[in-house]
């Protein structure tokens, strides 16, 4: 595959995870929702990634910051910050010591609330490629 169908790939890998994140919150399954919308924003990362980098295989990671850092964007620095509270919903729903805690957050208040803030992130990564 070419560079670019590298990145394509990521951008559509993205777009299934954010398709499925809504359908998630639709269904009121809000943790695994904070799940798909953190692997939304961690494929587009790694689009990014496959664009600033010679290589066409992005590390395997799921810190959005550490994929952040190894690409030529310019975040805004609450965003950047904003990439630590997504990194728990990858953390949190993945091992049974944390699920009670994103359990007891994710009320629909929340979810929604990440979802619109996820959504501008979404478009402003999109935006750059």
């Known amino acids: 595959m ?6 394509a790939y990521w951008k ?3 777009e299934r995870n954010w398709e499925t994140a809504l359908y998630l919150k639709n ?15 961690e494929k587009l990362f790694e689009a990014h990634w496959v664009k600033d980098n010679i290589d066409n295989f ?7 910051q550490f994929l952040h850092n190894q690409t030529d964007l310019d975040i805004p620095a609450e965003d950047y910050d ?13 091992y049974p010591d944390y699920r009670n805690k994103i359990y007891s957050i994710a009320t629909d208040t929340y979810i929604t609330a990440q979802v619109v803030r996820i959504e501008k992130l979404k478009q402003w990564l999109h935006a750059k490629l």
């Open 27 to 41: 269904g009121k399954q809000n943790v695994m929702a904070l799940f798909m919308l953190h692997l939304t924003i």
């Open 82 to 94: 904003y990439l630590a509270v997504v990194n728990q919903w990858s953390i949190d729903t993945r």
């Open 58 to 64: 992005p590390p395997r990671t799921h810190d959005l």
């Open 12 to 14: 559509t890998e993205a």
């Open 2 to 7: 070419t560079k670019d169908q590298h990145i």
